[in-house]
């Protein structure tokens, strides 16, 4: 192994990944995870056709404290638990129907989302210093707001779906960027 993977190895900080353990853990894990996503979601600025929530901030800390696998099967315990009836979308919402509505492909991307930062995470990405991080998690974002804008505008058309589906999200996800940073930073420093 070359020595600049070697150190990026040693630079990865992913404290819930859990691999030695068990699967009690685990789902313990993922049903506390998905708990923590559903109540990001209530955290909201009322916005139409797509709210502004904390998820995104919550996908970001959840995939690079517990690594892809864990992550985005958190993320995905998350959206069958609200589609089938907890309350657990933005506002108290539930339901399969969120799936295929306006706010479906930022859903998709929370599952995309986690597990790529989860990976990143796992690289040392999430440990390499400020510039690496906050890289990272911006191209976690992307990807969120990637799927979203994408599948808006099926919905809406792509003018719309960028003016009502990104424009309005660009401040909050540097701020939840910022604010995932600092959170996975003063973890990483506790540890």
């Known amino acids: 192994m070359p020595s600049a993977a070697r150190s990026i190895d040693t630079a990865a900080f992913v404290p819930l990944r859990l691999n030695?353990?068990?699967v009690l853990p685990k789902v313990v894990l993922v049903?506390?995870?998905?708990?923590f996503l559903a109540a990001s979601a209530q955290i909201t600025v009322p916005?139409?056709?797509v709210p502004m929530t904390m998820q995104t901030y919550a996908v970001l800390v959840i995939g690079a404290l517990c690594g892809w696998r864990l992550g985005a099967l958190t993320v995905m315990a998350y959206l069958a638990e609200a589609s089938l009836g907890?309350?657990?979308f933005s506002n108290g919402a539930a339901g399969a129907i969120h799936l295929v509505?306006?706010?479906?492909?930022y859903l998709l991307g929370f599952v995309l989302a986690a597990g790529l930062m989860g990976w990143m995470a796992e690289r040392g990405w999430t440990g390499a210093g400020f510039v690496r991080s906050n890289a990272a998690l911006l191209l976690a974002h992307a990807v969120i707001l990637a799927a979203?804008?994408?599948?808006?505008a099926v919905l809406v058309g792509p003018a719309q779906a960028l003016a009502v589906g990104f424009t309005p999200?660009?401040?909050?996800?540097?701020l939840k960027t910022a604010l995932a940073y600092a959170t996975i930073e003063a973890w990483r420093r506790s540890a």
């Open 20 to 22: 030695r353990s068990g």
């Open 31 to 35: 049903l506390i995870g998905s708990l």
């Open 47 to 49: 916005m139409i056709p």
């Open 86 to 88: 907890l309350p657990f």
């Open 101 to 105: 509505g306006p706010t479906g492909g």
């Open 148 to 152: 979203g804008v994408l599948w808006l």
């Open 169 to 174: 999200f660009i401040l909050a996800t540097v």
